[in-house]
């Protein structure tokens, strides 16, 4: 069983930068892809980004393509999103996620964050 815990979220101007955090616990954080989703008042939950177990591959949604960087530290059972040029239509609440496939897909994703609010103001 592994426990997900988000962090960084916050309100930030467009234009501006946040990163979030992502701790895991309880079990062998290498073993898994991780990705970050986000979740938009009223919409479904979309795949912002993922990366392989190493490290070594990531993928974005074309929405942050050039903007988000996802990376990951195993010695620290950790993985980050770092946003920058945020959009106001960034907003929404923001989840990490493990998964032992490499996919897009949530439902494929085993273990979830309880997410982090950005909030991006025009």
């Known amino acids: 069983q592994v426990q997900l815990v988000d962090s960084g979220g916050g309100l930030v101007q467009a234009g501006g930068s946040l990163r979030l955090s992502c701790a895991a616990s309880?079990?062998?954080?290498?073993?898994?892809?991780m990705a970050w989703f986000r979740q938009a008042p009223g919409k479904e939950r979309e795949f912002v980004g993922r990366i392989s177990r190493g490290g070594s591959s990531t993928a974005y949604a074309d929405s942050v393509k050039g903007r988000f960087t996802i990376s990951r530290d195993n010695a620290k059972n950790t993985v980050y999103l770092q946003m920058n040029s945020l959009k106001p239509e960034d907003t929404a609440a923001y989840y990490c996620?493990?998964?032992?496939?490499?996919?897009?897909?949530?439902?494929?994703?085993?273990?979830w964050g309880q997410g982090t609010q950005v909030t991006v103001s025009a």
């Open positions: 996620a493990a998964s032992t496939g490499w996919t897009t897909r949530s439902y494929e994703y085993i273990y």
């Open positions: 309880g079990g062998t954080f290498i073993n898994y892809n």
